[in-house]
């Protein structure tokens, strides 16, 4: 029997500061998927993702989420219903410690035991996190803000959780752990969609993918076979 659609994108367009940066998406993520989309800076990839997740208004199209529409809906109406997302950049709160923009991630929940394990789920996760618990978010590296923003996001449960490129402006040694993490969580069940520029990274550990050029895709399938499509490769891949 095939997975439940979790996410579905249907005709989604989007102008963003007077450029229609999206001009009519359609994709689709099913539960237990990790589910790619690629493409190059300015394809409409964070736009889509803004979209998704009611940061930004969209202008066509809809937006089902467990089989439900949900466009209109603001961002925290969609973290109670179990989407989630690590946004671009981060977007850790600075002034917080580590240990409170964790408990910030859980702010929909009640269950404190719940909440003290997952805290420590996070810390098995992050080791790094742990022994900086009381230091300010704004203080650490970007590495760490990364693994922090991933760890909030996890706080709240999510059953989709988006991504949007995780791995930008990172060490390689750090790319390497946060993609380690994003493989480890979709093999514990989560849902994600990721969006990424390290095509090739993303490729690797997605099960499907979508390309997006310009605002539309231009290409999706298994995201093994597209790692050796010799188009993707040309033009992502820079072979």
Do not use: C
Request: proline share 3%.
């Amino acid at each position: 029997m095939a997975a439940a659609t979790l996410l579905k994108v249907t005709g989604l367009k989007v102008a963003y500061g007077g450029i229609q940066a999206v001009k009519g998406v359609d994709f689709e993520v099913r539960e237990g998927e990790l589910v790619s989309l690629i493409g190059s800076n300015g394809a409409g990839k964070t736009t889509t993702m803004k979209a998704i997740t009611g940061i930004l208004p969209i202008n066509d199209g809809d937006i089902e989420y467990l089989g439900h529409s949900i466009r209109g809906q603001g961002p925290w109406d969609l973290v109670r219903q179990g989407l989630a997302m690590v946004p671009e950049g981060r977007g850790v709160f600075a002034r917080m410690t580590i240990m409170e923009n964790l408990q910030m991630g859980a702010y929909i929940r009640n269950d404190k035991a719940g909440i003290a394990a997952d805290i420590d789920k996070v810390f098995g996760i992050f080791p790094r996190l742990k022994e900086r618990a009381t230091q300010l978010a704004g203080t650490m590296s970007g590495g760490e803000q990364q693994m922090l923003a991933m760890g909030r996001a996890l706080m709240s449960r999510p059953k989709v959780l988006l991504m949007d490129e995780p791995s930008m402006g990172l060490s390689p040694i750090m790319v390497d752990k946060i993609f380690e993490v994003v493989r480890d969580v979709a093999a514990q069940g989560v849902t994600i969609l990721l969006v990424e520029q390290n095509a090739s990274r993303a490729l690797a550990i997605a099960s499907r993918a979508y390309v997006m050029e310009s605002g539309l895709i231009s290409m999706h399938g298994d995201a093994h076979e597209m790692l050796n499509d010799p188009k993707v490769r040309a033009a992502y891949l820079g072979e």
